[in-house]
């Protein structure tokens, strides 16, 4: 039998990061996978060469709608270094715990679209339910749900009182038992284990090889997590335990996200025990440098790199950012291989793309004539439909 | 290996490619070297005494007069950035995708937005850049600009690379 090329994805008008593969198929099975990015190239590296310092800062937040916390930590710790601020510790604290609340709410997002892709709708729910809780908390925080703001170069803008961290901390533990039940369901639910066992293969060679980060590394093996590898912000001052599993498959990464939940929790309560009283921020300077800095900072999804050229002046000379999705796209080819086209949807959601690129817009086309032949939804549908008919999993 | 010894290890080690070596702080250590030695110095900072595996990423930066290509290379907190620098015109870099992968999506990127050429990438299609984007206009040179009219006002689509 021939081969056929199907290309999924990019088309949608309200995603951030649309994708598009493109699939080598021998019958059911993918031979090879590539990928084409860029539908919605913000040119932000060029934009930041535009601004000052302080409007950079706005403009990171905003790389991303998930973990715009992490870029603007990355951003905000590359300029201190070349400022050479000394950050109160009580802002750091503050940095890290907003860190670790995000952490949460993105993790717990994660669950409920693998889980959404699998067609278990129900830990859906559960899942952006408990992230409704966090999402407030974070709302009560800063005053946004998205893109907190709380970042200034040399600290912190908003500082807290007792009663808020205590209505964190009670907030954050009334979810830990409904973690556990998300780890327990994984290990034990059969149509779960069914279509996450052995699925998106990625060896642990082919992880270090390829550049993966962050749970997707984690889920094959490879101990990185620069929460413990790399000292930032009082990650140091703190007990941080890297999960790390063995399985290198797509159920190897839901149990890293689902442990890391509870791990989360943990760092949370440590924030607020250990949180010392002081001022929160310092004054900064206008211009910076001239020198360059490199900043690996651990997002929910893995390493994001920021790195800054500065002249001097009042705008960086060049700033790059890596985020931490085009670092796992590779490690994504190499799971294809190998596959069936019915766990393209699995294996996707697996490495936690940001999820509006993947989960509202992808469409299948036909790449000779152009023309519609599958949408995301009806992808899903088949992939349940396969798995219902010829293994006897009931979504 | 401690971390402090592979660090020493590799400064031995790089003598030999008459790069220059710099000192950012306790952890990040930038090595410039010329172009033409650029796949032998992966090729022994990925070697399991030295341990430089993992590619972070690739920076490309332009320089005014040239441009600089960083190569961020990372074993646990350290950094090694290798920076080797190209001319302008016909600017060409060996693709050391032989001996990172990783460094695919990382070399088309730089390709699309600063036109620099890596011979002996499997595929150096576009990656970020429009399918219709004009040819020879790369947008992080700097002296990339928006495109004007005769009257001297941006027409607003369209970014030229100025002479």
Redo the contacts between chains.
């Keep these: 039998m021939s081969l056929v090329n199907i290309s999924v994805g990019p088309q949608h008008p309200a995603l951030k990061e649309p994708i598009n593969f493109t699939f080598t198929l021998d019958g059911e099975n993918i031979v090879s996978a ?5 539908y919605a ?1 913000r ?1 932000i ?2 934009g930041m060469e535009r601004g000052n310092y302080v409007q950079g800062m706005f403009l990171t937040e905003r790389i991303c709608g998930i973990c715009s916390h992490a870029h603007s930590m990355a951003y905000v710790l590359g300029v201190e270094k070349l400022m050479q601020l000394e950050v109160p510790k009580r802002a750091q604290y503050i940095r890290a715990l907003l860190g670790e609340l995000e952490r949460l709410h993105s993790h717990l997002l994660w669950i409920g679209v693998a889980a959404h892709e699998v067609g278990f709708d129900t830990i859906f729910m559960y899942s952006w339910k408990d992230r409704e809780v966090v999402m407030d908390l974070l709302e009560e925080l800063s005053g946004n749900r998205v893109n907190y703001a709380v970042n200034i170069f040399g600290g912190v803008k908003r500082d807290y009182t007792k009663e808020q961290l205590d209505n964190v901390r009670a907030k954050v533990l009334s979810l830990k038992s409904r973690m556990k039940y998300y780890i327990d369901m994984a290990t034990h639910e059969p149509s779960f284990i069914a279509r996450f066992r052995d699925v998106g293969m990625l060896s642990h060679n082919k992880a ?4 993966a980060v962050g749970p997707t590394a984690r889920g094959s093996g490879v101990p ?1 997590d ?1 929460r413990v ?3 930032f912000l009082i990650y140091d001052e703190l007990k941080v335990n890297m999960i790390v599993e063995e399985g290198c498959d797509a159920m190897a990464r839901y149990d890293v996200h689902a442990r890391e939940l509870l791990e989360a929790v943990k760092i949370i309560e440590q924030i607020l025990d250990q949180i010392p009283e002081g001022p929160i921020s310092v004054k900064y300077p206008r211009k910076v440098g001239p020198g ?3 900043t ?1 900072y651990e997002a929910p999804r893995g ?1 994001d ?1 920021h ?1 800054l ?1 500065a002249d001097g002046s009042d705008k960086p000379f ?1 700033y ?1 950012v ?1 985020a931490p999705t ?2 796992n ?2 490690a994504v080819l190499e799971m294809f291989k190998n596959s069936h086209m019915a766990d393209i949807p699995v294996i996707i959601a697996s490495i936690d793309p940001c999820i509006s690129c993947t989960d509202r817009a992808v469409l299948l086309a036909d790449v000779y004539t152009g023309k519609p032949a599958m949408s995301w939804k009806e992808l899903v549908a088949y992939s349940n439909r396969y798995y219902a008919e010829n293994h006897g999993i009931k979504g | 290996m401690t971390e402090d010894t592979a660090l020493a290890l590799f400064e031995k080690d790089f003598q030999k490619f008459n790069g220059t070596l710099k000192r ?1 702080n306790a952890r ?1 250590v ?1 090595l410039t070297v010329d172009a033409k030695h650029l796949l032998d110095v992966m090729n022994v900072a990925i070697t399991d005494e030295v341990h430089y ?5 690739i ?4 320089l005014g007069d040239k441009l600089a290509v ?1 190569y ?1 290379l ?1 074993h ?2 350290e ?1 090694l ?1 290798v920076t080797v620098q190209v001319p302008y015109d016909g600017p060409e870099l060996p693709s050391i995708t032989v001996v ?3 460094a ?3 070399e088309r990127e730089i390709h ?2 600063l036109g620099i050429v890596f011979t002996g990438h499997p ?1 150096l ?6 399918d219709d984007w004009k040819d020879g206009v790369f ?2 040179r700097k002296n ?1 600009v928006m495109e004007k009219d005769d009257a001297g006002k941006p027409t607003g689509a369209c970014l030229i690379n100025q002479a």
């Design positions: 590539d990928a084409r990015i860029g190239h040119g590296e060029k270090i090889e390829l550049g990185v620069h590898t790399d000292t360059e800095s490199i690996r390493e790199v790195y050229m060049r790059k890596r085009l670092a796209i590779p | 950012w990040q930038e595996k993992f590619l972070s990423t920076v490309g930066v332009d960083k961020l990372a646990k907190s950094m950035v990172l992968p990783a695919l999506l990382y699309d937005l595929n299609a576009r990656l970020v850049l429009p947008p992080l990339c």
